[in-house]
C-alpha cells in the first residue's frame, strides 16, 4: 500500500522513558527530543517494527482519539522525528 511504510527510527537515536513522557537523544547530533505518552507509544510501536496500519490501530484501541485526529498527529510527529533527524527512510 502506498504511503503506508513508514521511516525507521535512526540508529544513532537512544531513548529514554521519563515517567509518561520519552526522551530521544541522537547520538551524533546530541539533538535531544521529548515525546509525549501518545508520541512515546508510537515510538515504542515503532521500534518495535510494527507497520502503520498495526500502529494506529493499537493507539486508536488505547486512546480515546477519533481517526482523523490520530491520522494528523502521527503525520505530524513523523514530519517532525524526520526534520530531527530521529528517523530516516525505510
Not at 36 to 44: I, K, L, S
Not at 52 to 59: G, K, S, V
Amino acid at each position: 500500500m502506498p504511503g503506508m511504510s513508514l521511516p525507521l527510527p535512526h540508529p544513532d537515536v537512544v531513548f529514554q522513558r521519563v515517567g509518561e513522557d520519552l526522551v530521544l537523544v541522537h547520538l551524533k547530533t546530541n539533538e535531544i527530543f521529548a515525546l509525549n505518552p501518545t508520541g512515546a507509544r508510537f515510538w515504542e510501536l515503532l521500534v518495535e517494527g510494527k507497520g502503520r496500519p498495526e500502529i494506529e490501530e493499537t493507539l486508536l484501541r488505547e486512546y480515546d482519539v477519533p481517526h482523523e485526529q490520530l491520522v494528523q498527529e502521527i503525520d505530524s510527529l513523523i514530519a517532525e522525528l524526520k526534520q530531527q533527524k530521529m528517523l530516516h527512510a525505510a
